[in-house]
């Protein structure tokens, strides 16, 4: 009889755990750590374990289903940044992608990157694409790496996302400059973009429309990616001057969603980097070992190249300064320019706004401050804070 009750008690256990099982894998849950003092939607996540955190259940839409670790995306700092199946499945991954199915209906993308030390420059590169390249504000999206900006962001009516750098970084212990963190979490943004079905226009904010680009850019739409330029002076990968004579700079820089940069962003994601591998070196170091051979050619009276690597996987066109003026930038023709991207004007410093000032491209009041705290549409926002 005893041993009837144990192969009873045995029989009871073992479909228990099946029931449980089944019920665990049938329910689309997602676990986030979280700060305990945290009350914020967009609370710092952190996939890693740390004793101080707490794990809480988040119900995920029964539309989007969890990447599981299996998943093939890589991202372009495997050896920094979280592992990829972690980034997919983060909390504001899922906010910042419901948000754009929500309300971006074009497959192309601008992408500008915030923090609160730059919100100047950003409020003067949104006024001169509200002057100069509407359509690029119409499929805007601000990544901000601070929570205050995101909400001033909001509160204006901007599609924006807050993004944690530790919610991609794994581990800034040896890391000091907060540059490069922003940096690392731009280039993985870009890659997710991407792998959601966007092109994606990344553009530095203060690289300034003067003029609006896309005509340019549409010029281009066979290639997979429209990079701008640099001269020595900016040059960060001494390699790629060496082999072009010229420099890459992803200040404007569209890279589409295809079988071609899928390519790419795998590639990147093979290969392990050092920590100051900013992401204009990252993107060199790709089409440096693809052996990419640059091509001249006429569009319009300005100087392009077409970049093509020697297996073909994919195709860039190089921009000329002529339409993304980098280097040698001259204001008394400022009009000729698409773009105007001076130089030493976005370091963190008392200078940044007034080094803009004095190369004419700086179009917002001197009290755009005291406009923060207001609720309002996109444009009366502009046309307040514009001179």
Not at 113 to 135: E, G, H, Q, R, T
Not at 280 to 305: A, E
Not at 309 to 334: G, M, S, W
Request: glycine share 2%; with cysteine.
């Amino acid at each position: 009889m005893a041993v009837v009750k144990n192969v009873l008690t045995l029989v009871f256990v073992l479909l228990f755990v099946l029931l449980l099982q089944y019920y665990v894998t049938h329910r689309e849950i997602v676990y986030y750590m979280v700060d305990k003092d945290s009350t914020n939607d967009d609370s710092k996540i952190n996939p890693k374990s740390d004793p101080n955190s707490v794990y809480v259940a988040t119900q995920v839409d029964d539309s989007i289903s969890p990447i599981t670790p299996e998943s093939e995306i890589l991202f372009p700092y495997p050896n920094i940044t979280h592992l990829p199946h972690e980034i997919l499945n983060s909390l504001w991954a899922f906010k910042m992608k419901a948000k754009l199915e929500a309300s971006r209906k074009d497959k192309q993308l601008t992408v500008v990157m915030v923090s609160i030390n730059y919100l100047s420059v950003l409020i003067n590169w949104l006024v001169y694409a509200k002057l100069n390249a509407m359509p690029l504000l119409g499929n805007l999206l601000v990544v901000c790496v601070d929570q205050y900006t995101h909400e001033i962001l909001s509160r204006k009516g901007i599609l924006s996302q807050f993004v944690n750098v530790t919610d991609i970084i794994y581990s800034k212990e040896d890391m000091h400059d907060n540059e490069l963190f922003s940096i690392i979490t731009r280039l993985t943004i870009l890659r997710l973009l991407n792998y959601w079905g966007y092109d994606v226009l990344q553009m530095d904010i203060d690289a300034i429309l003067i003029n609006n680009i896309e005509p340019i850019l549409d010029q281009f739409h066979d290639s997979d990616i429209i990079i701008s330029t640099a001269n020595a002076k900016n040059c960060q990968t001494a390699a790629a001057f060496k082999a072009w004579s010229f420099c890459l700079c992803i200040g404007v820089t569209l890279i589409r969603s295809n079988v071609n940069t899928e390519r790419m962003w795998q590639a990147l994601g093979r290969t392990t980097v050092e920590l100051a591998s900013n992401d204009q070196t990252r993107l060199t170091s790709i089409f440096l070992k693809s052996n990419v051979t640059w091509t001249p050619f006429d569009y319009d009276t300005n100087y392009y190249l077409k970049g093509t690597p020697q297996n073909k996987d994919f195709t860039v066109i190089a921009l000329p300064q002529e339409v993304v003026c980098r280097n040698q930038c001259n204001t008394t023709r400022l009009s000729s320019y698409y773009v105007y991207h001076p130089m030493k004007t976005h370091h963190v410093d008392a200078k940044h706004d007034n080094n803009m000032m004095a190369q004419e491209v700086w179009r917002i009041s001197d009290h755009w401050n005291l406009t923060l705290n207001t609720v309002q549409s996109t444009m009366d926002w502009l046309n307040e804070v514009t001179v």
